[in-house]
């Protein structure tokens, strides 16, 4: 008998028909003997709803009453799954996350979880009820509501299955696992078996929007077994485990991701003295701008160009900053572009293996592919590209690395 929690997403709850889709699933774990702990979303639409609602009597609404109101949303979800499991004869009991005691810091609409009091769901599992919690939220010291903000669901589940020693987490959606790329730019992309905290890690923060950051973190530093499973088609999903297994199929390339929401921006002319990237990046920072890549190339002339990424919303706050840097430190020009897109490709068997940079460039410059920007880690390489070649460059990639599906397979 093993101890599962089950995250399910908004569309995996989107309506009536679908809880009682997901209770029927639950129903079948439950059948074999396991104790399941589920996590759900607010049904889809719900909580950007809430939130419009908000904004009508106020443009910037008081953070705690937000999370007072948004945090409703779960709470409809989970009694509608437990009535829909009890229902069909399953005991169930649902628990906001104050009631089960997710404690949270007071950092309203953002809150990060400091604590959860696993002993009332122990309780419900030793009386042979399934336990529906509410994610996306918790209390904090005071007992005000709060909200996990993005991927907080995800992070619930995570948190609770390391809380609660749970020998799996299951994060239902609506891809049934993490694909080698993003199978609507390559057909052939195959869906991985296992894939690790590390690669996973990486492949959220480059774009792969299968799961959240925060979650793969959480997973990773309590070694919650983390499996991606599809909600309604049955498979065996991808299993992401901190083990790294050696042997002769090993890919070297696990994936391949993409981001188009890059803007880069460069300061040419900068006097090239101790401080400089500080000056630049500090205001920059103290904007409240992300910095991704950077590149700095110092000329003959004792100058220096200051090229760096961000994502493209923050492109004309930035720009702005820029402009004005550029005027008190006597630079000759500031000029961006919206107008690329960052490539990476992610495998922990970069590590024993040489040449998987250049055989990257190989296959770009195959296609004509200009590189403007190189950032490397142990375990990934990323360039920055033209975003009109994003198509072309992960597709020619997908083919290098010998990724694509045999005939028949993935398609």
């Not at 809430?50 to 904004?55: D, G, Q, T, V």
């Not at 052939?188 to 690790?196: G, H």
Request: glycine share 8%; with cysteine.
């Amino acid at each position: 008998m093993a101890l599962i929690v089950q995250k399910f997403g908004g569309t995996s709850v989107g309506s009536v028909e679908r809880i009682e889709q997901v209770a029927a699933k639950v129903k079948k774990f439950r059948d074999n003997g396991d104790d399941i702990v589920v996590v759900v979303s607010a049904m889809s639409g719900e909580t950007n709803r809430l939130i419009e609602l908000a904004k009508q009597i106020s443009e910037q609404p008081v953070a705690r009453e937000l999370d007072v109101m948004v945090s409703t949303g779960e709470q409809v979800t989970i009694a509608l799954l437990a009535m829909a499991l009890i229902k069909i004869g399953v005991p169930a009991v649902s628990y906001t996350g104050g009631q089960v005691r997710i404690l949270t810091d007071s950092a309203h609409t953002k809150a990060r979880i400091l604590q959860i009091d696993a002993q009332h769901i122990h309780k419900e599992l030793k009386a042979g009820r399934v336990v529906v919690v509410a994610g996306f939220q918790g209390v904090d010291d005071c007992g005000n509501i709060t909200t996990l903000g993005r991927g907080g669901s995800d992070t619930t589940g995570v948190a609770l299955a390391a809380a609660l020693k749970a020998d799996e987490c299951q994060i239902y959606t609506d891809v049934d696992g993490v694909y080698t790329t993003d199978p609507r730019v390559v057909a052939k992309a195959q869906r991985l078996d296992k894939i690790t905290f590390e690669e996973m890690l990486e492949m959220a923060s480059l774009g792969s929007k299968v799961l959240q950051i925060r979650a793969v973190e959480f997973a990773g530093k309590y070694s919650v077994p983390l499996r991606v499973l599809h909600s309604f088609q049955e498979g065996p999903g991808t299993l992401i485990t901190l083990d790294e297994e050696e042997s002769m199929e090993q890919p070297i390339i696990s994936g391949i991701a993409f981001n188009r929401d890059e803007a880069k921006l460069t300061i040419r002319g900068v006097p090239d003295t101790p401080g400089v990237a500080f000056k630049i990046l500090g205001p920059i920072s103290a904007a409240n701008v992300e910095v991704d890549m950077i590149v700095q190339n110092v000329a003959h002339d004792n100058t220096t160009d200051f090229t760096f990424t961000v994502h493209r919303n923050d492109y004309h706050n930035a720009l702005h900053v820029l402009e004005s840097i550029a005027r008190d430190m006597g630079a000759r020009e500031v000029i961006g572009d919206v107008d690329i897109a960052k490539v990476s490709i992610v495998g922990v068997g970069m590590r024993s293996h040489a040449g998987v940079a250049s055989r990257m460039f190989e296959a770009l410059a195959k296609e004509n592919i200009n590189i403007q920007m190189i950032s490397t880690s142990e375990i990934k390489v990323s360039v920055v590209i033209e975003e009109k070649y994003l198509e072309l460059a992960v597709r020619a990639l997908h083919t290098a690395f010998e990724l694509d599906a045999p005939a028949g397979k993935g398609e």
